[in-house]
């Protein structure tokens, strides 16, 4: 049987935690900044945790045969 390859874009895109929690960068902090509020741009910093049956979708093309 074949070796299972990694989604390379997928692995770039987000990150798993040593508890198995999937990790993302919050979408829309990039640029556009000024018309956004002081309160919505400090809630787009840091992480997002990507929920439930997205985050396994996520895990199985990140590191597959786990």
Known sequence: M??????????????ITKNGK?????????HLKAGKSANRRRGLRGKDLI???????????VAPGL
């Open 51 to 61: 929920p439930g049956k997205m985050a396994q979708n996520y895990k199985v093309l």
């Open 22 to 30: 999937v990790l993302r960068h919050r979408p829309g902090s990039r």
């Open 2 to 15: 074949p070796k299972l390859k990694t989604r390379k874009s997928v692995a770039k895109r987000v990150k």
